[in-house]
C-alpha cells in the first residue's frame, strides 16, 4: 500500500492499516521518527522509505520484507511518538521496544501477538486504555509498568509478569479474564483507584505484593490460584473477600491491615496460611477455616474476633497464630490438628470451655487465659508444653486423654483454683502442678478403674511438687493395685479412708506406681 492509499483510508484520529511490510505512526511534531533500533524488526530499513505526510499527519515506514517482530528497543525513547500501529504478521513485542515513549498514547494491540516482552511498554505515561489480546500467551516484567495515565485494562489470557502493571496509580478498571494464568510479583502493586476486582479461575497463582496498596479496593473475589506473600497487605478498605474453592495457598503477610473485614471462610482447597496472612485484621467478627496449617501470627490481634470454627482438616497452629484474639467464650481444636504452636491463643480472655481434640499443645499456648475454667483434652492430644496453661486462674476441671504422653514441667503453674483432674488412661504427671490443694481441701485426682496396662506399660504417676491431692479409685486399693500386680514405692504416702476408696497423698518429693516385673 503506497501513501496515497494510506491518506485515503485514514480516518480522523486514527491511523490507517499498515501492509504487512509497514509501520504506520503519528508524531507529536508532525515530523519524521527514525527507529532506535533500525534493525529491530527483521527486515531491511531504508530511511528513505520513512516517509511523513503532514497534512494526512502520520508517517508510514516501509521495509524491504514481512515484518513478525516488534525487536528489542525498536522505538526505545522516543518520546515524539504518540500513535502506532502494525501489520497483523507481528506475532511478539520484544523488551524495551517501546519503552520511556512518554508521550505514547494510542497502540491497538491485535489478536495474533503472542508475546510482549519486559519493560516493552514501560513509562508509556499517555495511554488511558488497553486490552491484551486472546492470543497473547505471555507479558514480561514491567511490560505497561508507570502507565500513569491508564484507567481501563482488559487481559484476556496469558501469563502476567512481574511488576507488569506497577505504578498504574489511575486505573480504576480491571478485567481479568478466564484465560489468565498467572499474576506475578507486584504486577498491580500501588494501583490504588480499583474498587472491586475478581481473580478467574484459570489463575493457579499470584505473586508477592501483586496488589499490594490498593487503597480503594473493598471487594475481592480469588476464585482460584495461590496467593503470594503481601499480595492484598495494605488493602485497608477491603471489607469483602469471597475466596472459593480452588485457592490453594494463603502467603505471608497476604492480607495484612485489611481492616474492615467482618466475617472471613477459608476454603477447603487451602493447604497452608502463611504467617501473619490476616494480622491486625480489627473488625472481623466471624472466622471460618476448613483446611490447612495456619501460620504464626496469622490472626493475632484480631480484637474482635467472637466466633471461630476450626474444622476436621486444619491441620497446624503456628506460634502465636490467635494471640490477643480476645473474644471467643468457647472453643475445639479438631482432631487432624499436629501442633499448637508457642503462645497460639495466648491472653483469651473471655475463653472459658476449651476441647483440644488432637496434637502437640505448645510452650505458653494458652497462658494467661485468665477465665478459662474447663479443658477437656482428649485421646488424640500428644503432649503439653511448657506453661502451656500458666496462670489461667479459673481454671477448675481438667480432663486428661488416653494418649497423653508428654507433659512438660510447669504446664499449670499458677492455675490456683483447679479442684479437679480425671486421667482416663496411663501416663505421667512430671511436676506439672505447683501450689494447687491444701490438706483441707485437697485437688481430686480421678483414675479410670481400667488401666490398660496390657496395651501401654504403667510408667509412674509424679504427683506435682508440693501440691495435695485425693486419688480415687473404684476398687478399694490394696486389691486394685494387688489386682494389676502393681506395688507403692516410695516417701510419703498417707493412707486415709481406705475402705472409702479414697487414697490421699501427700507429696514433698514423688511417690511412683510401679508394674512389677518391668
Not at 311 to 328: D, H, S
Not at 370 to 386: P, R
Not at 424 to 446: H, R, Y
Not at 493 to 511: A, G, H, S
Request: aromatic content about 8%; hydrophobic content about 35%; some cysteine.
Amino acid at each position: 500500500m503506497g501513501l496515497a492509499q494510506a491518506q485515503e483510508d485514514a480516518k480522523p484520529n486514527t491511523l490507517p492499516t499498515p501492509a504487512s511490510n509497514q509501520i504506520i505512526y503519528r508524531s507529536s511534531d508532525h515530523q519524521r521518527i527514525v527507529p532506535y533500533k533500525i534493525d529491530a524488526f527483521g527486515a531491511t530499513y531504508n530511511d528513505a522509505d520513512n516517509v511523513y505526510n503532514v497534512e494526512a499527519d502520520y508517517g508510514i515506514i516501509t521495509f524491504d520484507d514481512n515484518i513478525t517482530t516488534i525487536g528489542k528497543e525498536a522505538f526505545y525513547t522516543r518520546d515524539k511518538l504518540i500513535a502506532v500501529v502494525w501489520p497483523t504478521t507481528v506475532t511478539s513485542i520484544v523488551k524495551y521496544a517501546f519503552q520511556n515513549c512518554t508521550n505514547l498514547s494510542s497502540i491497538d494491540l491485535q489478536e495474533g501477538v503472542t508475546s510482549i516482552g519486559e519493560y516493552a511498554f514501560s513509562g508509556c505515561a499517555g495511554m488511558t486504555e488497553i486490552t491484551i489480546p486472546s492470543t497473547v500467551t505471555s507479558i514480561g516484567n514491567y511490560a505497561f509498568s508507570n502507565w500513569e495515565a491508564l484507567n481501563k485494562l482488559t487481559v484476556k489470557v496469558g501469563s502476567i509478569g512481574g511488576s507488569a502493571f506497577l505504578n498504574c496509580t489511575k486505573l480504576s478498571s480491571i478485567d481479568l479474564q478466564e484465560g489468565v494464568t498467572s499474576i506475578g510479583e507486584s504486577a498491580f502493586q500501588n494501583c490504588a483507584g480499583m474498587a472491586e476486582l475478581t481473580i478467574p479461575s484459570t489463575v493457579t497463582s499470584i505473586g508477592n505484593r501483586a496488589f499490594n496498596g490498593w487503597k480503594a479496593l473493598n471487594k475481592l473475589t480469588v476464585k482460584a490460584g495461590s496467593i503470594g506473600g503481601s499480595a492484598f497487605q495494605n488493602c485497608t478498605n477491603l471489607s469483602s473477600i469471597d475466596l472459593q474453592e480452588g485457592v490453594t495457598g494463603i502467603g505471608n503477610n497476604a492480607f495484612q491491615n485489611c481492616a474492615g473485614m467482618t466475617g472471613l471462610t477459608i476454603p477447603s482447597t487451602v493447604t497452608s496460611i502463611g504467617d501473619y496472612a490476616f494480622q491486625g485484621w480489627e473488625s472481623l467478627i466471624n472466622l471460618t477455616v476448613k483446611a490447612g496449617s495456619i501460620g504464626g501470627w496469622a490472626f493475632q490481634n484480631c480484637t474482635k474476633l467472637s466466633s471461630i470454627d476450626l474444622q476436621e482438616g486444619v491441620t497446624g497452629i503456628g506460634n502465636n497464630a490467635f494471640q490477643n484474639c480476645a473474644g471467643m467464650a468457647e472453643l475445639t481444636i479438631p482432631s487432624t490438628v499436629t501442633n499448637i504452636g508457642t503462645e497460639a491463643f495466648a491472653s483469651w480472655e473471655s475463653l472459658i470451655n476449651l476441647t483440644v481434640k488432637a496434637g502437640n499443645i505448645g510452650d505458653y499456648a494458652f497462658q494467661n487465659c485468665s477465665n478459662l475454667s474447663s479443658i477437656d483434652l482428649q485421646e488424640g492430644v500428644t503432649g503439653i508444653g511448657i506453661a502451656a496453661f500458666k496462670n489461667c486462674t479459673s481454671l477448675s476441671s481438667i480432663t486428661f486423654g488416653n494418649a497423653m504422653m508428654n507433659i512438660a514441667n510447669n504446664s499449670f503453674s499458677g492455675c490456683t483454683n483447679v479442684t479437679s483432674v480425671t486421667l482416663l488412661g496411663v501416663m505421667a504427671l512430671n511436676n506439672i502442678f505447683n501450689g494447687v490443694g491444701t490438706t483441707e481441701s485437697p485437688v481430686a485426682l480421678n483414675l479410670p478403674s481400667y488401666w490398660p496396662v496390657n496395651d501401654r506399660p504403667l510408667n509412674s504417676i509424679t504427683p506435682w511438687h508440693g501440691g495435695y491431692f485425693n486419688c480415687t479409685y473404684v476398687d478399694p486399693v490394696k486389691e486394685f493395685l494387688g489386682s494389676l500386680g502393681i506395688e507403692q514405692s516410695g516417701p510419703a504416702i498417707e493412707v486415709i479412708d481406705q475402705d472409702d476408696k479414697v487414697l490421699k497423698l501427700y507429696n514433698p518429693k514423688k511417690v511412683n506406681f510401679i508394674k512389677v516385673g518391668e
